[in-house]
C-alpha cells in the first residue's frame, strides 16, 4: 500500500518507488542518506538555500556542472540522480530493525563524516588563501 507525502506517492516503508520517485526526491533521499542538511549542501555547491529547495522540491533543476557537483557530493552517479537508475541510494531494508544505540552511533558517525568534510573544505580554501598572499608577496 503506498501513502501520500507532500503531493507524493511513497511506499509505506518511507521509501519512493523508481516509478513515483522524482529528481527532487533523489536529491533529498541522497542527501539525507550522507547525513546533510539542506544548509549544508546548499554552502558546498555554492548555491543559496532558496535554490536547492526548489530542486528539492522540483520547482527547478540545477544546471549540468551542479547536477555534476551533486553527483560528486552526495555519491550518487548522474544517471541515477537523473533516471533512478544505475549506482545511487539504496532503498533500506526493511529486514534490519536498528537498536536505538546502533541508531545513535550511526547518527554520531554521519555527524563526523558532516563535521570533518566541513574541515577538509575549510582547510582547502585556507590553504588558497595562504597560496594567493605568498604570491602577492613574492610580486
Known amino acids: ?3 501520500k507525502r507532500e503531493g507524493r506517492i511513497m511506499e509505506d516503508d518511507g521509501w519512493y518507488s523508481n516509478d513515483t520517485a522524482t529528481f527532487g526526491d533523489r536529491l533529498a533521499g541522497a542527501r539525507e542518506y ?3 542538511s539542506q544548509t549544508q549542501l546548499a554552502r558546498r555547491l555554492g548555491v543559496k538555500l532558496k535554490t536547492l529547495k526548489g530542486w ?12 555534476q557537483m551533486l553527483s560528486g557530493v552526495l555519491n550518487v552517479s548522474l544517471v541515477w540522480l537523473l533516471t533512478g537508475e544505475g549506482e545511487g541510494v539504496d532503498e533500506p531494508d526493511s529486514e534490519v530493525v536498528l537498536t536505538p544505540e546502533v541508531r545513535d552511533i550511526l547518527l554520531e558517525i554521519r555527524g563526523l ?14 590553504e588558497k588563501a595562504l597560496r594567493r598572499k605568498l604570491e602577492e608577496g613574492a610580486l
Open 1 to 3: 500500500m503506498a501513502i
Open 34 to 36: 550522507e547525513g546533510m
Open 56 to 67: 528539492e522540491e522540483d520547482l527547478s533543476e540545477p544546471r549540468a556542472n551542479k547536477l
Open 113 to 126: 563524516k558532516t563535521q570533518m568534510t566541513a574541515q577538509v573544505d575549510r582547510l582547502g580554501k585556507l
